[in-house]
């Protein structure tokens, strides 16, 4: 059987696997030159194989992968830390659902990447995403206990509980 996760990913909590499947779509209505959709590729690269060849690719510039998983710059970005930079600078004119979607799967990748050059660079991502929303990081162990896979520790930190 085939999956497009990439193997480190199942031994991930169901919950955290689900919060990196939402993030995989970017958001609609951005122009395709826009930084999001740099950062987007990359986090599709950090966790999905390339279905034309069936393996990861574990950086942002190999070339391969399509649009989906394609490398990470184009003519307005120059490389994945320039995307950012853009990033935060435009997440005003981004839907706030796309951004939390965001913000948790640099956490994950942050905290669970295998490897550490990738771990680290999301996990400066998530600490910069936090800041700039005025809030403090989680932890990784109170990460954890919210997304992992039990109902009432997921519950116990929302708000307004779906039924």
Known sequence: MKSVLQDWVCELSLMQQSVLIAAVRGPD?????????????????????????????????????????????????????????????????????????????AEIFGYKHPVKEIREWWHNCYLKLVNDMHLFPESEEAMDKRLGDNEKNWRAREEVTAK
């Not at 399509?66 to 307005?76: A, H, L």
């Open 29 to 105: 209505g951005i122009r395709k030159d826009h930084s999001v959709k740099v950062l987007c590729r990359w986090l599709r690269r950090s966790f999905l194989l390339s279905a034309f060849d069936g393996c990861p690719i574990l950086d942002p510039y190999t070339p391969g992968g399509g649009s989906f998983v394609g490398p990470c710059k184009n003519d307005t970005v120059k490389n994945i830390d320039h995307a950012l930079e853009l990033y935060l600078r435009s997440v005003d004119e981004l839907p706030h659902h796309f951004q939390l979607h965001f913000m948790h799967a």
